[in-house]
T-cell receptor, first 116, second 113 residues
Framework: AQTVTQSQPEMSVQEAETVTLSCTYDTSESDYYLFWYKQPPSRQMILVIRQEAYKQQNATENRFSVNFQKAAKSFSLKISDSQLGDAAMYFC?????????????FGGGTRLMVKP | KAGVTQTPRYLIKTRGQQVTLSCSPISGHRSVSWYQQTPGQGLQFLFEYFSETQRNKGNFPGRFSGRQFSNSRSEMNVSTLELGDSALYLCASSVRTAGSPLHFGNGTRLTVT
C-alpha cells in the first residue's frame, strides 16, 4: 500500500519570504501522480499543483513550485513571496496512474502560518 | 461553472441513527469520490462512483454505503451511527481521465452525540 508522510505538522513564514513544505511517499509503482492541496478555514480542498511521475520537469504554478525527486520519493512544495492568504493546511497526496481511479492517499498535513 | 455542492453543511445526529449526505458534482464530471476527514485519522478514502457504479472502496465498515444517480449526483449513507463517525465528509468530482485533478466541495460536518 502507498503511504504519504508530511514530517512538518506546522510551519511558519514571514510575509514575502519563501517556505518549503516537505513530503515523502512510498510506492512500488512507476506510474502515478502527486498533488498538493490547500485547505483554508472554509474547508474546501483547493488544488495547488500536480506532478506526473513520468515527467522529469518540476511543475510550477505562479508562486508555487515543486521539487520532485523520484528516486528519493520526495515531493516538496516551495511557496515564494508568501502572502497572508497562503495560510492554510497543506496536504500532499498520491494517486496511482492511468485507469486506477480517483483514490487519493493523503499525508497528515502541514499547517502553514504566515506572519505579517 | 458551478463547483461541487455538498448538502447539508452541518448535521447533528444521535448514536444509532442513520444519515444521508448529498453531493452534486461539477457539470460534466462523472466520477464522484468521498473522503472522511478526522483529526485523528486524517483524510481517508471512502469510495468512488463512476457512471453509477462503485469503482473503488476504502477500508470502512459496511455501515458506510453510497450510490450515484444517472445525473452523476451522489449520496452516501451511514447507518447505526457511532461517536467515531463524527467527521468532515468531503466529496470530490472529476472527469476521471488520467491525471485529471479532483475538485472538492466544502464538505458536510457531521457530529454524532
Amino acid at each position: 500500500a502507498q503511504t504519504v508522510t508530511q514530517s512538518q505538522p506546522e510551519m511558519s513564514v514571514q510575509e514575502a519570504e519563501t517556505v518549503t513544505l516537505s513530503c515523502t511517499y512510498d510506492t512500488s509503482e512507476s506510474d502515478y501522480y502527486l498533488f498538493w492541496y490547500k485547505q483554508p478555514p472554509s474547508r474546501q480542498m483547493i488544488l495547488v499543483i500536480r506532478q506526473e511521475a513520468y515527467k522529469q520537469q518540476n511543475a510550477t504554478e505562479n508562486r508555487f513550485s515543486v521539487n520532485f525527486q523520484k528516486a528519493a520519493k520526495s515531493f516538496s512544495l516551495k511557496i515564494s513571496d508568501s502572502q497572508l492568504g497562503d495560510a492554510a493546511m497543506y496536504f500532499c497526496a498520491y494517486r496511482r496512474g492511468s485507469n486506477a481511479g480517483n483514490m487519493l492517499t493523503f499525508g497528515g498535513g502541514t499547517r502553514l502560518m504566515v506572519k505579517p | 461553472k458551478a463547483g461541487v455542492t455538498q448538502t447539508p453543511r452541518y448535521l447533528i445526529k444521535t448514536r444509532g441513527q442513520q444519515v444521508t449526505l448529498s453531493c452534486s458534482p461539477i457539470s460534466g464530471h462523472r466520477s464522484v469520490s468521498w473522503y472522511q476527514q478526522t483529526p485523528g485519522q486524517g483524510l481517508q478514502f471512502l469510495f468512488e462512483y463512476f457512471s453509477e457504479t462503485q469503482r473503488n472502496k476504502g477500508n470502512f465498515p459496511g455501515r458506510f454505503s453510497g450510490r450515484q444517480f444517472s445525473n452523476s449526483r451522489s449520496e452516501m449513507n451511514v447507518s447505526t451511527l457511532e461517536l467515531g463517525d463524527s467527521a468532515l465528509y468531503l466529496c470530490a468530482s472529476s472527469v476521471r481521465t488520467a491525471g485529471s485533478p479532483l475538485h472538492f466541495g466544502n464538505g458536510t460536518r457531521l457530529t454524532v452525540t
